[in-house]
């Protein structure tokens, strides 16, 4: 099992930038596949982006080309850099893991407890 920690949320302005961390332990880490997923109030948990035990990405339609998402195994860390940021972009966003490739369903096993992002116009 994998425990995550995400940091790195906040504020920004519409266009801005902002880099999520999600710190991962367990022994596992190098063997997860791993996403970010967001939930804004009222609305349903989206994938947002993927990434795969060998650096294989995929990401929502919604962010492709703003958002970046990277992993590094021997920090047993997860990254999202996010570009050119949008209001419809706030959002808690989520960090999860498995041994199985859910893709951007949100079915993973492990879960963060989140970080906050808000974006303004």
């Known amino acids: 099992q994998v425990q995550l920690a995400e940091s790195g949320g906040g504020s920004a302005q519409s266009g801005g930038s902002l880099r999520l961390s999600c710190a991962a332990s367990?022994?596992?880490?190098?063997?997860?596949?791993m996403g970010w997923f967001r939930q804004a109030p009222g609305r349903e948990r989206e994938g947002v982006a993927t990434?795969?035990?060998?650096?294989?990405?995929d990401y929502a339609d919604s962010v492709k080309g703003r958002f970046t998402i990277s992993r590094d195994n021997a920090k047993n860390t997860l990254y999202l850099q996010m570009n050119s940021l949008k209001p419809e972009d706030t959002a808690m966003y989520l960090c999860?893991?498995?041994?199985?490739?859910?893709?951007?369903?949100?079915?993973?096993?492990?879960w963060g407890q989140g970080t906050q992002v808000t974006v303004s116009s």
């Open positions: 990434i795969d035990t060998y650096g294989g990405t």
């Open positions: 367990g022994d596992t880490y190098s063997n997860s596949y």
């Open positions: 999860a893991a498995d041994r199985t490739n859910w893709w951007l369903l949100p079915r993973y096993k492990n």
